[in-house]
């Protein structure tokens, strides 16, 4: 199996830098255009995906519905979504800056608890990891399981997607673990995770899911501990190299959905 774990693209949070959580923060133009770039780069090297699984929160729906759009596959019109794949909440921190969340946090000794920004709690890294498992379950080893090569996009968030990776690497032994990737090696004794991945927006990593030659389907045991996984990338963003920001504020707008669907956005109509 090839898995794609994909970070959404751009939001006006993002450009803001405000913390978004839970919260639907709308894509920007520039962000569109990422998603735009991403798709057209997987459709020219050849990467058709079988599956695509979306978060439910609009900035990584929209990001999955664009590579749907580019597949060229009939069997993909959609992404799946779940909540399982939400970025992580915030608490109260939500919408704040993450310049303020810091004087905030500096000076909270000294602030009444009545107006903390830090009123509401945060999910829990542990609450990350049961949706993080759950999704794993329910959704990857069933395709790991079959006999079909499968190459599955995963489109999720920064903060959430880092879990993820954690939990897929926990059902394999560390020896079982190759980082095809210079430099970006980072393992940790005694445990199985062997980098520490992070995603710009619209960067994805790459990773092969390899069962030993010697099993079949039907012989296949529920324990992935003797399979193989390679790290091929780690936020790769070839895709965005030629990538300009549209100046005047444009790029960094918040895109406006009523002015074309996406499927006109991302298969425009031909000109006259």
Not at 235 to 252: E, K, P, Q, V
Request: contains cysteine; hydrophobic residues 40%.
């Amino acid at each position: 199996m090839k898995l794609f774990l994909i970070r959404h693209a751009e939001t006006v949070h993002n450009v803001g830098q405000i913390w978004a959580g839970t919260t639907d923060s709308p894509l920007t133009n520039h962000g569109m255009l990422q998603i735009q770039h991403l798709a057209k780069y997987f459709a020219a090297s050849g990467i058709r995906f079988t599956h695509v699984f979306s978060s439910d929160l609009s900035r990584a729906r929209i990001t999955a519905a664009g590579l749907c759009s580019e597949a060229n596959n009939e069997q993909i019109s959609s992404p799946i979504e779940t909540p399982y794949l939400r970025e992580r909440s915030f608490g109260a921190l939500e919408g704040v800056s993450w310049h303020r969340a810091v004087r905030s946090r500096e000076s909270s000794s000294s602030m009444n608890a009545a107006t903390s920004v830090f009123r509401g709690e945060p999910e829990t890294a542990e609450s990350m990891r049961v949706r993080a498992n759950a999704f794993v379950e329910e959704y990857l080893r069933p395709l790991m399981m079959g006999d079909a090569d499968e190459t599955v996009a995963v489109v999720s968030h920064g903060v959430f997607l880092s879990v993820l990776w954690e939990c897929i690497a926990a059902h394999f032994r560390p020896e079982n673990i190759k980082v095809g990737v210079e430099g970006k090696s980072n393992r940790t004794s005694g445990t199985s995770v062997v980098v520490k991945p992070f995603w710009s927006n619209t960067g994805f990593m790459e990773l092969l899911i390899e069962r030993p030659v010697s099993l079949t389907p039907a012989s296949i045991p529920p324990s992935l501990a003797a399979w193989t996984l390679t790290v091929l990338a780690i936020n790769n963003t070839a895709h965005l190299r030629h990538l300009r920001r549209t100046g005047g504020g444009i790029g960094s707008a918040s895109h406006d959905a009523r002015q074309q669907k996406i499927s006109q956005f991302f298969h425009p109509s031909p000109k006259t």
